[in-house]
C-alpha cells in the first residue's frame, strides 16, 4: 500500500540516523555539545512545519505528501555537504522541518484514505516505521563496515525516499479544499488538546526508551555493547507486534487501549528500570554468573523484558487517537493538532529524563516514567464504553 511505503521509506533516514551519528561527529570534529546543539535543530525546525503543513496540506494529501517526501529527500542529502557544525545544524533544521510536514500529511493522508475506504490503515501504517527502523539500523552499520562514506549513505537514503513519491500515483488525488468541519473550531482543538497530550505521554516513554536504553544496560546492568543495543529494537518490535495484533482483531475499545497502554505501558518501563534491582537479580539465578560474563546477566533479560512490554502496551494507542480524530473530524484540524501536540513528547523527553537522572539516577528516572500511564487510565475512566 503506498501509504505504508510511504511511511517505511520515512522510518529508513531515523533507521539509519543513528548509526551514522559517530562517523559524523567523527568526520566534523564535533565534541558531544556541539552535537547536541546541532541535533536540537530538528525539533526547531518540526513544530512550525507541523502547524504550516497543517494548513496547507488538508484536502491536497496526495500533493502534500508527495512535495514533502522530495524536500525531505533533499534535506537529507544536504546533511552531507556540512563540513561544520553550524552548516550541520543548519541541514538539520531542513531535516526537522521537512520531516515535521512530511508527519502531518501522511497521517492526514491515511485519515482520508480511512474514511473513505472505511478501512482501519493507522495500524499498519504506523507499524512500518519501527519496520523499517529496525531493518535500517544495521544495514547502515553493514554499508559503513563496507567502506562507504556518510555523504555516500545520505544520498542513497535520499534516493530511496524520493524514489518512494512515485507510488503515491496510486492515491486518489484530494477533493481540494478542506471538507467542512463537523462542529465549532473551538471544541475540535480543545478534543485534538486532549488527545494530543495523552499521545504525548506515549511519545515521551518511546522517545525515552530510544535514547536511554542502551545506557542503561550498559552502565547499570553490565550488558556488553552487543547486548545493550538489542534494547531498542526489542521495543520497537514489541511496538510492531501491539500494532499488527490490534489491527488482526475486531475493532479494539479506544478505552480497553487506554487501560492496556496505562497499566501495561507503565509497568514495563517501571519494571524496564529497576527491574534487576527489585528482584535482586544481580546474582541469585543459577548460571548467573556465566550469563553476566557474556553481558546477559539476568537484570538485563528483565530489562529488556520491561522494554518488550511497554512497546507491545503502547504501540497501538496514538494510531488508534489519530484514527478516532480523523472520524470526528473530517476536515482534519483535529488529525493535524493531535500530530503536532504529541510531537511535543519527543521534545521534552530527552530534558525530562536528563532532569530526572540528575536527581533519582537513570534507572529511576526511567521508572518514574510509568506515571505518565496515569492519565491515560484516569482517561480510561471517563471515557465512553
Not at 536540537?40 to 496526495?62: D, F, Y
Not at 492515491?171 to 463537523?182: A, D, K, M, V, Y
Not at 473530524?329 to 483535529?334: E, I, L
Request: proline share 5%; hydrophobic share 55%; net charge neutral.
Amino acid at each position: 500500500m503506498p501509504l505504508i511505503a510511504v511511511c517505511a521509506a520515512w522510518a529508513v533516514f531515523w533507521g539509519s540516523w543513528s548509526a551514522l551519528l559517530p562517523a559524523i561527529k567523527d568526520e566534523l570534529g564535533l565534541t558531544a555539545g556541539d552535537l547536541g546543539l546541532a541535533l536540537s535543530a530538528v525539533p526547531v525546525g518540526a513544530l512550525p512545519a507541523m502547524a504550516l503543513a497543517g494548513r496547507l496540506a488538508r484536502g491536497r494529501e496526495r500533493t502534500a505528501l508527495a512535495t514533502t517526501l522530495i524536500l525531505f529527500a533533499l534535506a537529507v542529502a544536504a546533511i552531507g555537504l556540512a563540513g561544520t557544525a553550524w552548516q550541520l545544524a543548519l541541514a538539520l533544521l531542513l531535516v526537522g522541518a521537512t520531516s515535521g510536514a512530511l508527519d502531518i500529511a501522511l497521517n492526514l493522508a491515511t485519515g482520508r484514505a480511512e474514511r473513505e475506504t472505511g478501512r482501519r490503515l493507522f495500524q499498519p501504517v504506523h507499524a512500518a516505521f519501527p519496520v523499517a527502523v529496525i531493518a535500517a539500523a544495521p544495514l547502515t552499520g553493514l554499508a559503513r563496515s563496507y567502506g562507504l562514506g556518510v555523504a555516500t549513505v545520505l544520498v542513497i537514503i535520499a534516493l530511496i525516499v524520493a524514489a518512494t513519491s512515485l507510488v503515491l500515483l496510486a492515491l486518489p488525488q484530494g477533493r481540494g479544499p478542506q471538507e467542512e468541519s463537523t462542529g465549532d473550531g473551538r471544541r475540535l482543538w480543545g478534543a485534538a488538546v486532549v488527545l494530543g497530550v495523552l499521545a504525548a505521554c506515549v511519545l515521551i516513554v518511546e522517545n525515552s526508551v530510544e535514547q536511554w536504553s542502551v545506557l542503561l544496560l550498559e552502565e547499570h546492568r553490565g550488558a556488553t555493547p552487543l547486548v545493550a543495543s538489542a534494547a531498542p529494537s526489542v521495543y520497537m518490535a514489541a511496538l510492531t507486534a501491539g500494532r499488527l495484533v490490534v489491527q488482526a482483531l475486531p475493532r479494539v475499545p479506544l478505552k480497553v487501549l487506554y487501560v492496556v497502554a496505562g497499566a501495561g505501558g507503565g509497568a514495563g518501563i517501571a519494571l524496564a528500570g529497576l527491574g534487576g534491582s527489585i528482584f535482586g537479580l544481580g546474582g541469585s539465578l543459577g548460571g548467573e554468573a556465566a550469563a553476566s560474563a557474556a553481558g546477559f546477566g539476568g537484570g538485563v533479560v528483565v530489562s529488556l523484558v520491561g522494554f518488550g512490554l511497554t512497546g507491545l502496551a503502547l504501540g497501538p494507542l496514538v494510531p488508534a487517537l489519530l484514527s478516532r480524530a480523523a472520524a470526528d473530524d473530517p476536515s482534519g484540524t483535529m488529525v493535524w493538532g493531535v500530530s503536532t501536540i504529541s510531537y511535543t513528547g519527543f521534545v521534552v523527553s530527552p530534558l525530562l529524563v536528563a532532569g530526572l537522572s540528575g536527581w533519582l539516577g537513570l534507572p529511576a528516572a526511567l521508572a518514574a516514567l510509568g506515571l505518565l500511564g496515569l492519565p491515560l487510565l484516569v482517561r480510561a475512566a471517563i471515557e465512553r464504553p
